[in-house]
Each structure stands twice: as structure tokens, then as C-alpha cells.
């Protein structure tokens, strides 16, 4: 599974760069607008510096809901480095947009994605990746990681190339999950990577390595 982070806080992305492990960013107008990033120029060029940062796929997601804008800004975003993978919602304009970006050589990102239906219809369209939103499903009530199954069950059923990327990703354990189900990437926010990291018999363990190495 490769790991990709969801924010658009270069220091974040630059933290996790570090650590050897990072495949991508994801960003989102949210995300964006988080760090302050604002007007075409300023937003174009946050886009240029995290694709100078990692090398890896970098999701840029289009404003507009119709398709002609859609494909005016989506044709935009993908001229600022090649690694940008224009983001799409799915709805029907946003359907019919991703089939005219894959017929024309621009990869897209599939999101808001909340069902397995919608899922199909990305893929059909030639979505490079889909992007199931597991956290805001378990908020819900639902079972977010159950989606992520029952996605890579059919796509594999159906030979579907499209990428399975597990997004709104809350905590390590649904990274954890994720990778059992089959995700083909999970987009996480920092803390939920370095929550990987975190076991109190690994502290313990080494604290005494630590002690004992003083009388060697
Ligand atoms: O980028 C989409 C997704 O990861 C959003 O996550 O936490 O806002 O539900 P969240």
C-alpha cells in the first residue's frame, strides 16, 4: 500500500518527505484554504512547490461543479507539473469530465466518494484513482472500511485498473485497515503516520536497551 499525506502544510508534507516513506500528497479546497492559500497564481504555485517536494502523484481538486469550467481548470492544474492528478467530484458533470481528462491524457482522482455505485461509475470513466471517504462514513455511522472492501472486491472482480485510495483517514487503526482491505493507497494526515509509530512496550524496550548499553 503506498502512503500519501493529506494536507497542504508544506512543513508536514516536508516532515513526512523526510521520514523515506511518502508516494503522494492529496489536497482539497479545505486544505488549502487552511493554510491561506488564495486567488489562481498563489494556489498554482502551492501546488508547484509540494510537486518540487515529493516525487509522487499530488491531487489538485478543480472549484467549479459544471463541466465546461471543470475542464478549463482541470486542463490548468495539470499543466503545473505532471505529477498533478486533477481531483473530481462525482457528480454527473464531474463524470463526464474525468471521461473527457482520461481520453485526453490527464489523470484524475476520483472524490467524495460514499458508495460503491459511485465508485463503479469513476471507474468506468477512467478515474485513476478513487477516493472513498472512510472517516466521514464512520461518522456517520456506517463502516467506512467496509466500502474500502467492498470496492477492491469488485474492481478486482471486474478488472478495473482505477487505484483504490482510502481518504478522510482519522487514526493509524484505519491505516491499519485499510491495508487489510486491500486499499492501493492511504492518504493520511501526519499525526495518523506517526501514530504508526507508537507502541509503549517499544518505549519500555528501549529505555532499558538504553540503560543496559551504559554498562557494556
Ligand atoms: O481529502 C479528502 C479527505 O481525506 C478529507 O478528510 O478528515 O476532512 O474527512 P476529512
Redesign the pocket.
Known sequence: MKFFI?TGNLAQIKEANDLGILDGV?T?P??MAKEGIKGEDAIAQHYKTICELVDGDVSAEVLSTDFDTMIEEGKKLAAIHPNIVVKVPIIKDGIKAIKWFTDNGIRTNC?LIFSAGQAILAAKAGASYV?P?V??LDDGGWDGMDLIGQIRHIFDVQQYDTEILA????NPLHIIKAAEQGADIC?CPLDSILGLLKHPLTDIGLAKFIEDAKKM
Do not use: E, P, Q, V
Request: charged share 20%; proline share 0%; glycine share 6%.
Open positions: 493529506d492529496t482539497n479545505s486544505l472524490t477516493s471517504f472517516g466521514r481518504a478522510s483517514i482519522r492518504t
